[in-house]
Structure formats: C-alpha cells, structure tokens
C-alpha cells in the first residue's frame, strides 16, 4: 500500500447555524482544506463525506459550487463515526492507487432538528423505551463509578479539563472554564451525568485533503497517515462489564498494529467524549492506563494540556459539540495542527503521534457500533 | 487490481413493508445472498451498505442478527445510486486488495414516507417552487418529443414494453401488463408523463457477494465485475440541450474503457427508467442508438425480450419499482440471474455481458447528480 499523507485541513467554527444550508457549511470547511492545501484543486480524483442528517448527495451539493463536478463522490454514513469514515475512505482510495489526491469532508447541522437528545432508529424498542445515549452512558458511569470506588468528582474533571482546553480553541462552541463544582451542579439529565458532563449537539463542518506520498508536490509538509482501523461490533462486552468499550479495544488493537507503536508513543489523542464518563473508558480502552486508574490519570494531570500525553487539547465533543458528521474531521484538522506544532495557545509541545477515535451506534442489542481509530504522525 | 466476481446474489420481492423494520427487510435479501453463496459467511472481510432514508447504521443493523458483527462496516449515499455505489465501493474493496470477499447491501423502506414524490432537500429552492423529479423528466420529455418529431406514444411504449417484461418476474411490484391505451390514459402526473410513465415508490432490498476470482472457492461459477465506473456531475449538458443525459454520456465511456467494449457488446442493459422518457434518453447516453433514435429502437423490438438487446429484463424500476438504496442492487441481482441463465420466462438468450446503470440526484442546478455503471459478463 502507498503511504498517505495529510496536506490540507479546514474547519468552521462549530456553533449553531441554523439558517445556513448545510452545502454552505461544508463549502467553507473545504475552501479552507483547499487553501491550506494550495495545489491545484483538480488534482483531486475523489471525494467522501460523512453525514447523518444532511439529506441526498451532500457532498456533491458541497462541490457543486465550488466547480469541483465530474470526480467520483461517494457520501459515507456510520453515526458518530461518519466524518472519520469519510476520511478513511478517502485515504484507502489513495492507499490503493486508485487516485493520488482525495478529498474528505464531515458535515452536520443538528441545530434544525431541536434540542435534546438527537433522533434515533424508529424500530428500535430500546430507544421507544427511553434507553437513548445519555441513559446507556448513565448506567455505565453509574457501574465503573461502584466498581472502582470513584466519586463523582472523576466524571466532572473531564468536563473541566476539556472546556479549560476549549478556551486556548477559537473554533469550540464553549470556552468559558468551569469548575467541578459547576459541572456537578448543573442540571441533571441521566443521573450522574449533569448537563455540562453531555457533549452539546451543534452545527460543523471540516474537511481534508489526502495525497500519496510519492505524489505529493509542494505546499504544507504532509502529516502521514500511519493506520486507519474501522470495525463494527460491540460496544461493550455485554452486561457482563459494561465499563469495558469493547470495540474501541479491538479497533486499538488493529490501529496500533498498523502503525506499528502503542500507547506510549502517542503525544496527544483527540477521543470520542461524548460523555465524561466515555473519556475515562476510552483512557483505558486505548491503552492509556489500567482499568479503573482513569480518573487516576486525569487527576495526575496527565491528560491535561502541559501533561505527559494531552487527550482532547481541542476541547473534545464536550467543548466543541459534536455535529456528527463534522466530529470525526474535526479530530483530523485538530491533530494535523498540532502536529504542523501550529495549534497555537494549546499546542502540546513536540507532538509527533497523534490518535484520534471515534466510535457510534450501538442504541440497542448494544453489539452495532462503528468505531474508527486513525494514528498520524509528523 | 484483482479480478473480481459476483458469487451470490440474493434480493425481496419489491412492494410495501411498512410494518417490517429496515434491517429486517435487508436481512432477508442478505440471507438468500448467502445461501447462493454457500460458502463461510466469516470469510466475508468488509460490508457495503447502500440506502437514503434508513437512518443511522443500516449495515450494522442488518448484520447484527446474522452474527456478522466485528468488521468494517460502511453505510452509502448517493440518491437513487446508493445500491449501485455500495457494490462499487465492496468491489474495490476486493480489487484493490484489501479483502478477499466483501458483501453489498442496498435496502430503503418508502411506503412509511406516504405517496407522491419522495422528500428531497429542504434548502433547495428548486424543489420548494415544485421543480420536483416528475416535473424534470416531464421537461425532458416535452422537450425531446418535439425536438425529435415523436407522440407520447413513443413514451408510452416504454411502460408497456417494461410491464410487459415483469409479467414474468416475480420479484417486481406491477406484474400486469399495460396497453399503449392504458398508460396513455392513466392519470396525468406532469404533462406529457402519466401515472403509469412513473416508477412507483415502494420497499425492497437487494444482495450480493463479491469474491476476488483468484481466491473463490465451490458455489457458483463467479460472474465477472468488468467494470465498475462511478461519477458526479451534470445530469445534462445543460439548458442547451436537456435531452442529452450528459452524466451517462461520460460515467459510459469510463465503463465501456474499462471493460474494453462497447454497447455492440451487451448483451442486455438494465437501466434507470424512473420515467419512460429516462429510458429513451439513457438508450441514447449508453450509445445503443443515435440521438432521437430510441423510439425507433423500441418501435422495432430491439430492446425488447426476444429482441437483439432487451433493456430492462426485470421490469425495471417502472415495473419493479424504485426502493433507492436497493434499486441498483437489484439491477446487479438481475443481471447475474441473466448471467447465469437462471432467469426462467424472462431469460434473454444467450446472455453473455450485462450492463447495469443508475442514475440520480440533479434537482438543483442540474449539475450534482451522482451515475454509476457496472458491466458484469458470464
């Protein structure tokens, strides 16, 4: 397989958009992608973009306008993992020879649909029941907090720890810092999740542009691109542990082995908390500490800007907000910056591998989820 | 790239489900895909799924019950293309390498949406002022009838010659077939087109599997993917002259290089005939007659059963109706019956190469259309 690598990155600010049309949105992510990227935009042999609710053919809606018919465009949907499987689709087109120069887009405008929690399957009884994201994520804060003897202090030190980033992050919905005392005193949606522990829903758009390596021309040095893993399967192991992201191990497993490294090597990872408490499964499902000590290692500040290895240094969903489709590229153009060392006020200093995941689905039978994990180097 | 085939195919009668869940309705089709297969399901590698108004994670959906969770998993959208880009997508799959087999899946349940015309882009001002498919292909028609010097009778025959057709498929919606006098009379939708020039909506899904042909094993002998072409951009060339299906005109060629032959060699297409107009048009677009000829290509029976190149063996969509995400699916399940001389009272005799061709989108600005074409050969 041909080496991949990233050479332009864009993204909106995330926020509510409400009377923008969601093509509009994409359009100015990717014209940021393509300034950054400077080359020729013709050179692009094919397009992906992840969505949920954006209706029919949006990403040939978004290339409408900008000129860019005529190239295959291929909309790709996986939940909360529609935007990282748009850029994994567009990296395997490179990979595989089938072009020299991809284009990946993420888009979503949740801010038509209302507040709350986002609309689920019809069919599914679970969700008719009420058993939607923020209840499944309450019963597994619930467990991992009995299981291990953890306070509900652990849960709120993610959300202080992920807006005190998303202050450094112009492009992040919420960058006001807040306390522990904040967060737990905020209103409660799905006990013991407050309010400010659920990642905002949100508008966003964000968008990539891919090339092989050996095509590569000039223009920004690209990041490369050292795994791209996709699996679906369980969210958990089952009711046995429900503490245990089952699927984000299994797709670490093959992200790490693509790459060649492990945990340790990673500078900083953009991860999926959607949730407080899904920061600290997914601490431990990447490998970045033992069972149970995830709370340990925020507390250590490890994971903090300043720490040994930065989780979230964008804000992550609880800052930014997570416009489904957008979520996943957004991870992408955070850790390209931070690994071009130009993410500002909240760069993580000398970062060389960065990961990001994303993992979706999974509402009911628990055992449908989609996760993706992508590892980029400098 | 590897050579690839199709091994098993599987797809539901075509109609109205409104009270059976989507992955439901895909699970079957995916079933029967397995059982002509007949080989281990675990050694399927990657799923494709295609639909349009499924909502969120419809592959997983579908696999979840058969127990084929664990691997890459990616849900398609391309408007009324979305089945045909899922096979294209589990075809490079296989080509390029990645696995060995793949399975493609396009399912969409419309009769739950209520009748007419389907929902489409909420920000589209074309379709807020009504300029709705019907209404499109109606211009198209109007257009090419006086451009040509034909009647609506050269529409007409369309309906009755696809009607005709799926008298003998049992897999399609509307099985009795129509007189000229009939579909002349049935109720007008948008001027020259009738009721009966319409597809109808309505739920289906359809299924293949792909194997590489250097690592299939018993079952049936594969029929060959020869080509796999997928491109975006105008569905005319414009106001100029909005007879021509430009998309089609460009998205063949790609095809017929790649599978290096022409329309002299099929020897049965089944195409997009969402209006009996389309089909007229897209005779011409696929190079099977010249400009303005394809009412006489009809007139003589050529694409007729027992003609030298029967189009629309199935029924087509007029016939079978147009579920999106399984419509493309189940043009490559048809041909693969053709194929393998397996299509009882519909067989066209002698059927050695089969073209499969969809096309959609291109409301607004007539310039984002998605058209994808297969060739398949024995």
Same mark, same amino acid.
């Given at each position: 397989?041909?080496?991949?690598?990233?050479?332009?990155?864009?993204?909106?600010?995330?926020?509510?958009?409400?009377?923008r049309?969601?093509?509009?949105?994409g359009?100015?992510?990717?014209?940021?992608?393509?300034?950054?990227?400077?080359?020729?935009?013709?050179?692009?042999?094919?397009?992906?973009?992840?969505s949920?609710y954006?209706?029919?053919?949006?990403?040939?809606?978004?290339?409408?306008?900008?000129?860019?018919?005529?190239?295959?465009?291929?909309?790709?949907?996986?939940?909360?993992?529609?935007?990282?499987?748009?850029?994994?689709?567009?990296?395997?087109a490179?990979?595989h020879?089938?072009?020299?120069?991809?284009?990946a887009?993420?888009?979503?405008?949740?801010?038509r649909?209302g507040?709350?929690?986002?609309?689920?399957?019809?069919?599914?009884?679970?969700?008719?029941?009420?058993?939607?994201?923020?209840?499944?994520?309450a019963?597994?804060?619930?467990?991992?907090?009995?299981q291990?003897?953890?306070?509900?202090?652990?849960?709120?030190?993610?959300?202080?720890?992920?807006?005190?980033?998303?202050?450094?992050?112009?492009?992040?919905?919420? @960058? &006001?810092? $807040? *306390? !522990?005392?904040?967060?737990?005193?905020?209103?409660?949606?799905a006990?013991? %999740?407050t309010?400010?522990?659920?990642?905002?829903?949100?508008?966003?758009?964000?968008?990539?542009?891919?090339?092989?390596?050996?095509a590569?021309?000039?223009?920004?040095?690209?990041?490369?691109?050292?795994?791209?893993?996709?699996t679906?399967?369980?969210?958990?192991?089952?009711?046995d542990?429900?503490?245990?992201a089952?699927?984000?191990?299994?797709?670490?497993?093959?992200?790490?082995?693509q790459?060649?490294?492990?945990?340790?090597?990673?500078?900083?990872?953009?991860?999926?908390d959607?949730?407080?408490?899904?920061?600290?499964?997914?601490?431990?499902?990447?490998?970045?500490?033992?069972?149970?000590e995830?709370?340990?290692?925020l @507390? &250590?500040? $490890? *994971? !903090?800007?300043?720490g040994?290895?930065?989780?979230?240094?964008?804000g992550? %969903?609880?800052?930014?907000?997570?416009?489904?489709?957008?979520?996943?590229?957004?991870?992408?153009?955070?850790?390209?910056w931070?690994?071009?060392?130009?993410?500002?006020?909240?760069?993580v200093?000398g970062?060389?591998?960065?990961?990001?995941?994303?993992?979706?689905?999974g509402?009911?039978?628990?055992d449908?989820?989609?996760?993706?994990?992508?590892?980029?180097?400098?």
């Amino acid at each position: 397989m041909r080496q991949v690598g990233v050479v332009g990155v864009g993204m909106i600010p995330f926020g509510r958009y409400p009377d923008r049309a969601v093509p509009d949105l994409g359009r100015e992510a990717v014209l940021a992608a393509l300034a950054d990227y400077g080359g020729d935009p013709r050179r692009i042999g094919a397009a992906y973009c992840g969505s949920v609710y954006s209706g029919m053919m949006t990403g040939q809606r978004i290339l409408r306008d900008l000129g860019l018919t005529g190239r295959p465009v291929t909309n790709v949907e996986n939940a909360c993992s529609s935007g990282s499987t748009a850029f994994r689709q567009a990296y395997l087109a490179i990979a595989h020879g089938e072009v020299d120069v991809a284009l990946a887009m993420g888009v979503e405008r949740l801010s038509r649909l209302g507040g709350g929690t986002i609309p689920l399957d019809e069919d599914d009884w679970n969700v008719q029941q009420g058993f939607v994201m923020p209840a499944i994520y309450a019963l597994r804060a619930r467990r991992y907090l009995d299981q291990y003897g953890w306070g509900v202090e652990a849960l709120a030190d993610v959300a202080v720890k992920n807006r005190g980033h998303a202050a450094h992050n112009p492009y992040a919905q919420f @960058r &006001d810092p $807040v *306390t !522990r005392e904040q967060v737990l005193a905020s209103r409660p949606v799905a006990e013991p %999740l407050t309010l400010m522990q659920c990642c905002p829903t949100g508008d966003g758009a964000a968008a990539a542009v891919l090339c092989a390596l050996d095509a590569a021309g000039g223009g920004p040095r690209p990041v490369r691109v050292l795994a791209s893993a996709l699996t679906s399967g369980r969210l958990e192991t089952g009711p046995d542990d429900i503490t245990v992201a089952e699927i984000t191990v299994r797709t670490a497993a093959e992200a790490y082995r693509q790459a060649g490294l492990g945990p340790d090597d990673l500078s900083l990872a953009e991860l999926h908390d959607a949730f407080t408490i899904s920061e600290l499964m997914y601490y431990e499902a990447l490998g970045l500490c033992r069972p149970g000590e995830a709370p340990r290692l925020l @507390r &250590d500040g $490890v *994971t !903090r800007l300043g720490g040994r290895r930065p989780v979230n240094p964008s804000g992550g %969903l609880l800052a930014k907000g997570h416009p489904l489709g957008a979520t996943g590229m957004a991870q992408i153009v955070e850790s390209v910056w931070q690994l071009r060392g130009a993410a500002g006020p909240r760069q993580v200093d000398g970062a060389r591998v960065a990961l990001t995941h994303c993992t979706g689905g999974g509402i009911s039978g628990l055992d449908h989820g989609a996760c993706t994990i992508h590892i980029l180097a400098a």
